[in-house]
């Protein structure tokens, strides 16, 4: 199994420009999320899905938008980029409810200049 | 004040050396989780606790519900443990989503 893989691994993107950060997982977990890392701060959740065609908002969902048409793939798109969205953005999944470890993917370092 | 609060923010320590890091939170808990990350930036899960204690190696976490506090500890610490370690708590009740509350982490670093 690759387990959670994120792609790009870096991106830098001006001021108001779109993009799609990819997601996906092949363990067949239902549950996968998006968090954001910064600096002086813990990991907080932007969107997270608790199935296929089941989406919900985190902490911090302002700027971004998900779906989840399959139950591997849960691509994050940052709609008009803002500097303040300069992160580094991480997937992860789990089994399902309840109590279960996290997997997490390597990570995607975006900049907005 | 953070939910999840941890200590020490760094820590310097020398191989061989028996490690603490310990995790405070302030909410009702179903879970407690502690990760790795690697000076690359992956994350790993070490461990998820609800109760009691676990040992992996040369890592022991330890929780106690009662007074909302966890440790992890690392007994013959090494270079290679250098390494962010991020305490998660997932609220009691919650029974949907990944929800969980992150601390800020604590970097390790053991030096030969």
């Known amino acids: 199994n690759a387990g959670v893989t994120q792609t790009p691994k870096f991106q830098v993107l001006k001021t108001g420009q779109s993009m799609t950060l990819q997601c996906a997982q092949d363990?067949?977990?239902?549950?996968m999320s998006w968090y954001r890392q910064d600096p002086g701060m813990g990991l907080r959740l932007i969107h997270y899905s608790v199935g296929a065609g089941i989406t919900d908002q985190g902490e911090v969902p302002n700027g971004y938008n998900v779906s989840r048409s399959t139950t591997e793939d849960f691509p994050l798109r940052l709609l008009s980029a803002a500097p303040s969205q300069t992160s580094v953005y991480f997937c992860?999944?789990?089994?399902?409810?309840?109590?279960?470890?996290?997997?997490f993917g390597p990570g995607t370092r975006l900049t907005v200049t | 004040k953070n939910e999840v609060e941890q200590s020490p923010q760094n820590l310097t320590a020398q191989e061989g050396e028996f490690i603490t890091i310990n995790c405070s939170y302030s909410?009702?808990?179903?879970?407690l989780h502690w990760l790795q990350q690697h000076p690359g930036g992956g994350i790993v899960s070490l461990f998820m606790l609800s109760s009691g204690k676990k040992k992996h190696g040369r890592l022991i976490a330890t929780i106690n519900i009662q007074e909302k506090h966890s440790s992890l500890h690392i007994t013959a610490s090494h270079p290679r443990d250098s390494a962010v370690y991020i305490c998660a708590v997932r609220g009691r009740g919650e029974t949907s989503g990944s929800r969980l509350t992150f601390g800020e982490g604590t970097q390790l670093t053991v030096n030969p």
């Open positions: 909410v009702g808990i179903s879970a």
């Open positions: 363990m067949n977990h239902e549950y």
């Open positions: 992860a999944s789990k089994r399902g409810q309840g109590i279960y470890e996290q997997y």
